[in-house]
Nanobody, 122 residues
Framework: QVQLVESGGGLVQAGGSLRLSCAAS????????MGWFRQAPGKEREFVAR????????YYADSVKGRFTISRDNAKNTVYLQMNSLKPEDTAVYYC???????????????WGQGTQVTVSS
């Protein structure tokens, strides 16, 4: 019902910037929460940021707060992750995900993109 395609990853020097894009397609988006996650080698997947389609409320992991910005373009059905002041520890595969429901305090992300590699060199 929902397909997600990430783009924009690549190699960047520490202190540099990248903007990731997530193009979404499906029957409806108004009730969805869109999130960015990342997974570094040997580590569990971790939450990065999320945004609602309806009112654009945002939330960030402490590790990226003040450096990353999540945003959306409803006309393009696209969610962005602007990453500034990148650090080597930001190196990971970044995934876009969509949540259409919650279970208690948790969002349940049912749809995932293929991931895009972000590598930050020192």
């Amino acid at each position: 019902q929902v397909q997600l395609v990430e783009s924009g990853g690549g190699l960047v020097q520490a202190g540099g910037s990248l903007r990731l894009s997530c193009a979404a397609s499906g029957r409806t988006f108004s009730s969805y929460v869109m999130g960015w996650f990342r997974q570094a080698p040997g580590k569990e997947r971790e939450f990065v940021a999320r945004i609602t389609w309806s009112d654009s409320t945002t939330y960030y992991a402490d590790s990226v707060k003040g450096r990353f910005t999540i945003s959306r373009d409803n006309a393009k059905n696209t969610v962005y992750l602007q990453m500034n002041s990148l650090k080597p520890e930001d190196t990971a595969v970044y995934y876009c995900a969509a949540s259409r429901r919650s279970l208690g305090p948790r969002y349940i992300y049912d749809y995932w993109g293929q991931g895009t590699q972000v590598t930050v060199s020192s």
